[in-house]
């Protein structure tokens, strides 16, 4: 729906009450969000804080909220995306109380629980990726 402008404006004044006339049916139509930068050049990737974003009928969405990363998925749970920590210590085992032998059952519930984590990060790598491309930070 394109708007009719005034082929031949008379003067510079009518050409700015054109142009404005046409700004403010766009806001109307568009609604106005205060323009916010997401990204600089040679810089780190910045997501404004905002509420949470409605569930996306497919993959995730990447949001903030009071500084803190999260992810909304389809199925409409929320995770808050943790932040970068201190060093990744190695883990005390204790075998005291691991099973002595591993049934299949315990194989399919440990390959279950892998596939969901994977799923979970794949779904907020595309949630990212998205977020980027509809920003114009990347193209593809």
Request: one cysteine or more; a neutral charge; aromatic letters at 4%.
């Amino acid at each position: 729906m394109s708007m009719p402008i005034d082929p031949f404006p008379v003067g510079e004044s009518q050409i700015v009450r054109e142009l404005a006339r046409r700004v403010a049916a766009l806001e109307s139509r568009l609604g106005v969000q205060p323009a916010v930068q997401i990204s600089a050049s040679s810089g780190p990737l910045f997501i404004p804080n905002s509420g949470v974003p409605d569930t996306p009928s497919g993959g995730c969405r990447v949001y903030a909220v009071g500084g803190e990363l999260r992810v909304i998925q389809s199925n409409g749970s929320v995770r808050q995306i943790p932040a970068q920590g201190g060093s990744v210590t190695t883990p005390t085992v204790n075998l005291s109380n691991a099973p002595a032998s591993y049934s299949q059952t315990w194989a399919q519930d440990l390959a279950a629980s892998t596939s969901s984590i994977f799923q979970s990060y794949a779904n907020a790598s595309t949630g990212l990726l998205t977020i980027l491309r509809t920003a114009g930070i990347i193209a593809t």
